[in-house]
């Protein structure tokens, strides 16, 4: 199930070498509800990524606290999948076999292994030919469709996506767009999301959330009204020119 | 091996049998310098009929074995751990290092006057030898695993020993595995050296016999073949778990 994620007046700093601090990241509120799915977008170096890390407790924010659901996240938390910009799929491991990978970690017994690989492989429409297959004998988009799934396959909460299609075409990543909408729902999971593609940002999400650098900060949080469902020809609409309009007004500002 | 390798193996093996007869039939060397292909084939097939190898190869076979063993074994560890601790890297390599730059030859008599003529001084030698490719190849393999792995072990929250087993060794095995192919064969070569630095039994002592109070050339040729094929047995071994095991990524 869902939950909601809190983040409330979040720092992260960093020692340089010269013995200083860099601060990637100051007084960060954000309240996203539970089966929301928000994207992040900011120029490079505006702290969207580390942001991204320290709601998945992989870094530990110098002032503040990130609650899931209620309850604070302090590290490596179950109740999160992440998917990384890159697959990062065990190029030694079969695809179903990186998908069950968090499930070995946790000791679930192979036969609920079994079960789980194939619900989340229908989740996200994975060819049961792939399944055998090694992640170097298949294509970008479904290597990340598998790394996708694995993020999936623990049945997080929240799912963290840290510009997962950037990699993709510009046609395979569109179709990878709407599936994420529709995995939102049936997943039944909140979802937070890196980009740095306007466009990507108002077809998925309810809410884009701006963020500038040095120090990064969130200057704008923007909803997106376009109804669902939703599809690419929302973007040619007038609610998604005029969405989009803000967001480059405030992106702009902030370069 | 596929068909198509199979051919040019054998034609290659023909070629070599074939130049060493000319050899020895153009310069014409008598058969204590070097024997004709022939006879140290017949000698081979006849040592190994009436038993005149067969203890000596166990001997030397069981000393390559246990010295790979522990060699190989200490290597993983000790690779290991120099890939993981810059302090232990400091403090450690220096008598790495220094003990592999003496050569084995040097060490052999110490190391038999320490242990004895018997089975352990071999493996010691063994061991010492085999350590050193190893180690290293551990360590390079290990240091090179990708830091991007390791942290999705981190976000899956992977125990010390499941980040062990799960991500470094499979994305250390290739170097690891490379290290064990030199490994191998350096384990023959540490058998024989300790043998020669004191033994009564085994395939480096059956060369030094034929070669001595035996005066039996072609024996120790087809002891020197049989060495050979020892070592090319276990490189074999090497490829296939290679083959088995990272050949398919």
């Known amino acids: ?255 | 091996m596929r068909r198509g390798v199979v051919l040019p193996v054998v034609a290659a093996f023909v070629v070599f049998v074939v130049v060493w007869k000319a050899v020895v039939v153009i310069a014409g060397y008598p058969p204590f310098i070097l024997p004709p292909p022939e006879s140290v084939f017949a000698r081979f097939v006849g040592a190994w009929t009436d038993g005149t190898i067969l203890p000596h190869f166990a001997t030397t076979l069981l000393e390559v074995f246990l010295g790979l063993a522990v060699g190989a074994g200490l290597g993983l560890v000790v690779g290991y751990a120099l890939a993981r601790s810059a302090l232990v890297e400091r403090i450690v390599s220096p008598y790495i290092v220094a003990a592999q730059a003496t050569p084995i030859l040097a060490l052999a008599p110490l190391i038999a006057l320490w242990f004895g003529p018997g089975l352990v001084s071999k493996v010691v030698i063994c061991s010492l030898i085999v350590f050193f490719p190893v180690a290293v190849a551990t360590m390079v393999g290990i240091r090179s695993v990708d830091a991007r792995l390791l942290e999705l072990g981190r976000a899956l929250r992977a125990t010390r020993r499941q980040v062990l087993l799960t991500l470094e060794i499979p994305a250390a095995l290739p170097s690891i595995l490379g290290g064990l192919r030199v490994g191998v064969t350096l384990a023959v070569v540490g058998a024989i050296v300790g043998e020669w630095a004191g033994a009564d039994k085994g395939l480096g002592v059956l060369v030094n016999l034929s070669r001595g109070s035996l005066f039996d050339i072609p024996l120790m040729f087809a002891t020197l073949l049989t060495i050979a094929l020892v070592g090319i047995a276990l490189y074999l071994v090497v490829v296939l778990a290679e083959r088995r095991f990272v050949g398919a990524r």
Not at chain 1, 41 to 47: A, M, V
Not at chain 1, 82 to 107: G, H, K, M, S
């Open chain 1, 1 to 255: 199930m869902s939950a909601d994620l809190r983040l409330t007046d979040v720092a992260v700093g960093f020692a340089t070498r010269e013995g200083g601090t860099h601060v990637a990241l100051d007084g960060v509120d954000l309240a996203v509800p539970s089966g929301g799915i928000v994207a992040l977008i900011g120029p490079n170096g505006c702290g969207k990524s580390t942001m991204l890390r320290a709601i998945a407790g992989l870094l530990t924010p110098s002032r503040g606290t990130v609650e899931l659901g209620g309850t604070p996240v302090t590290g490596p938390d179950p109740r999160i999948g992440l998917v990384f910009q890159e697959p990062r799929l065990l190029p030694w491991r079969t695809a179903a076999a990186n998908i069950t990978y968090p499930l070995e970690l946790a000791d679930w017994p192979g036969d609920r292994q079994a079960e789980r690989l194939a619900e989340v492989a229908d989740l996200v429409s994975l060819e049961p030919v792939a399944m055998t297959a090694r992640p170097s004998e298949l294509s970008g988009g479904t290597r990340q469709r598998v790394a996708l799934a694995r993020a999936l396959a623990m049945a997080p909460e929240l799912l963290l996506l840290d510009e997962p299609f950037s990699a993709l075409d510009a046609l395979t990543r569109e179709r990878f767009d709407l599936e994420l909408l529709r995995l939102g729902e049936r997943a039944a999971t909140t979802i937070v999301m890196v980009t740095h593609s306007i466009a990507e940002a108002i077809l998925v999400a309810d809410r884009v959330v701006v963020l500038t650098p040095r120090p990064g900060r969130v200057v704008a949080d923007i909803p997106v009204d376009v109804p669902r469902p939703r599809t690419i020809e929302v973007l040619d609409g007038g609610i998604a020119a005029g969405t989009a309009a803000e967001i480059r007004s405030h992106l702009e500002l902030a370069s």
